[in-house]
């Protein structure tokens, strides 16, 4: 599979395999040595050289229910402004090839914390991740901090407060969440290929309580969300904020729009994603 474009931000990321543990991970990668004047023809092979510039922060992303798709905007936006940006398709609904792990959020996250090791282990690294994406890129953190200090962690839309761990509290929420948002943001393929497995992340997350774990985080962090993204109210993030009590920085900020914002705000995201950078670079 070669490179695919998104709408209205020039190129698409360059798709990488890469071996992890005898398992193949799917990726899409913005910035770095790639730029938008290189033919769209190529797949990266496995276990590819590093970029020239791997002394720079790497911002690692871990969408949401799995789906690569709407987030393409933010990983072309912080490439833009200099900083290369990793989309992993996680547990692998953007292609037909085999999955790379199990559709659960902390085998996502324990997959991602691998890749990490194993591409980027000389540089600073953020850990973005979205919605139950954010569960994931915290299971990755954790896993991830205790063998490395240049690190941070961005929780976006993070899911879910103990009110919607309940059906009745988790509807009322969905009822609002996407206010500012439309079906045109995901992948009708990567929803088709990943129906049953987003049923499965999604079921992992409700049982999952973020403000417990991230009581264990010894990396900076920042929590965000769009102002009317019902799934992580302001008292949800600052909750989570609060949990944090080993991080060296905390960081809370409401940006523009609803829950898939790293679609419809993608400018306002990457600048906050920006400050992390940052953080990772000057930790430690």
């Known amino acids: 599979m070669g490179d695919e474009r998104v709408p209205g931000q020039g190129t698409g990321g360059r798709e990488r395999l890469t071996a992890v543990r005898g398992r193949v991970v799917r990726s899409l990668?913005?910035?770095?040595?790639f730029d938008a004047t290189e033919p769209l023809d190529a797949t990266e092979p496995l276990d590819a050289t590093e970029p020239h510039d791997s002394t720079g922060p790497l911002v690692v992303v871990l969408p949401g229910l799995g789906l690569t798709f709407y987030t393409r905007r933010t990983a072309a936006a912080l490439a833009a402004r200099g900083l290369p940006c990793t989309v992993l398709d996680l547990p692998g609904f953007g292609s037909s090839r085999p999955r790379h792990t199990r559709p659960d959020i902390h085998a996502i996250g324990l997959t991602a914390a691998r890749w990490v090791e194993s591409r980027a282990a000389d540089r600073p690294v953020v850990v973005l991740g979205h919605s139950t994406g954010a569960q994931a890129a915290l299971t990755a953190a954790l896993a991830l901090g205790a063998r490395r200090r240049r690190l941070s962690l961005v929780l976006a839309g993070p899911t879910f407060c103990p009110q919607q761990r309940r059906l009745t509290g988790l509807a009322s929420a969905t009822s609002l969440a996407y206010r500012d948002d439309r079906p045109s943001e995901i992948d009708p393929a990567e929803a088709w290929r990943g129906r049953a497995g987003m049923v499965a992340i999604l079921g992992s997350g409700l049982r999952d309580a973020p403000e417990e774990r991230i009581g264990h985080l010894r990396a900076p962090v920042t929590v965000t969300s769009g102002?009317?993204?019902?799934?992580?109210?302001?008292?949800?993030?600052?909750?989570?904020?609060?949990?944090?009590?080993?991080?060296?920085?905390?960081?809370?900020?409401?940006?523009?729009?609803?829950?898939?914002?790293?679609?419809?705000?993608?400018?306002?995201?990457?600048?906050?994603?920006?400050?992390?950078?940052?953080?990772?670079?000057?930790?430690?």
Do not use: C, I, K, M
């Open 227 to 284: 102002v009317h993204d019902a799934y992580a109210p302001f008292d949800w993030l600052d909750r989570l904020a609060t949990a944090a009590r080993n991080a060296p920085s905390v960081r809370t900020a409401r940006l523009g729009g609803s829950h898939n914002n790293l679609y419809t705000h993608a400018a306002e995201v990457a600048d906050l994603v920006a400050l992390a950078a940052h953080d990772a670079a000057q930790a430690g």
């Open 29 to 33: 990668a913005f910035g770095d040595r």
